[in-house]
């Protein structure tokens, strides 16, 4: 049997003796023309070859989830849904990971490596077109496991960190500008952007102990710094507005446990009520199972859900997506996958 799509050059052959009624062919692409022939041979007379016949693959699924998986050992992004239907969307040679929507879902940014730097680029929706964002300065942190960016509401520009500096750009490199510098002991190690009017900024920042985490509301220019959580024995994580800017997700280590690793035993999701003096609530504490870390939180598009990754706290064992209402009731979504977006 041979098969060929209306880009390529030649037909392949995809199967040879074939006796049977059926065939599977995996690893097709999505919204393309494909063209294929069968040639049967009797091993007596001449091979008889077939009418050319056609078919075209399903329009690339439009999944609202976003998240990161190994394959071979190399992060790969995947998009997916609700009922937990994936599709691969990188095959790259090199690490990609921390994929973000912009708020229009046409456009996927991530963090990958050019050398030995990080730099974040940007792809279609269904993983084409890679373009490098950031040209000059690339993306660091003290906490470089954790750290991460934010689109700005409109999808117009992207605010990331460069250790002790915050900057924002262009999805297309330009417009490159200096948010706020704070002092070289410190580093930035996550960043959001609020959809609300105010077009305010959550920062976490860290400073060389793994451990030193504290939250920050600042506005666009850098100026009207507010701390709204303070560090405290344990690791803080994430950082994340909510759809209408008045609460920020993040996590905590409750054990309070620090060692030289940055080791966690406990960590959970807690929302911060902005309106209510920072008042906090653990979303974590009814139905996490013991021994198991939550990380790397983010809301549903409508608020009503958080979408996470859970692992066990040994450091080293597989990773899980879950999705938890604001009761802390938890769903599995897709397993040996994470750092999620949902939008």
Known sequence: MLLYSDNSAQFET????????SFQLDGLKHETLYFWQIIVKDGINDPVNGPIWQFKTKSFPEYRILFSRKVNNIFQIFSGDTDGNEVQLTYSTTPVWRPRYNPQRTKIAFISLDGIEKHIYTMNSNGTNIQKVTETIPIESFDEK???????????????????????????????????????????????????????????????????????????????????????AGRTGAGVFSIDGNKVLFTHDASGFENQEGKQLDTRVNILDLNNNNYYVDLSVDDKPAGTNDLDPRYSPDGAYIIFTNTNNDGISQKNILIMDLDGDRTLLFENAEMADWR
């Open 146 to 232: 954790y750290m991460s960016y934010s689109w700005s509401p409109n999808g117009s520009q992207l605010v990331y960190m460069n250790y002790n500096q915050l900057y924002k750009i262009s999805p297309d490199g330009s417009g490159l500008e200096l948010i706020k510098e704070i002092s070289p002991n410190l580093s930035y190690a996550y960043v959001d952007w609020t959809n609300d009017p105010t077009s305010r900024l959550v920062v976490r920042t860290s400073a060389g102990n793994q451990y030193d985490g504290d939250l920050y509301l600042m506005n666009l220019d850098g100026s009207g710094e507010e701390q709204i959580f303070a560090n405290i």
């Open 14 to 21: 995809i199967g040879s003796n074939i006796t049977s009624k």
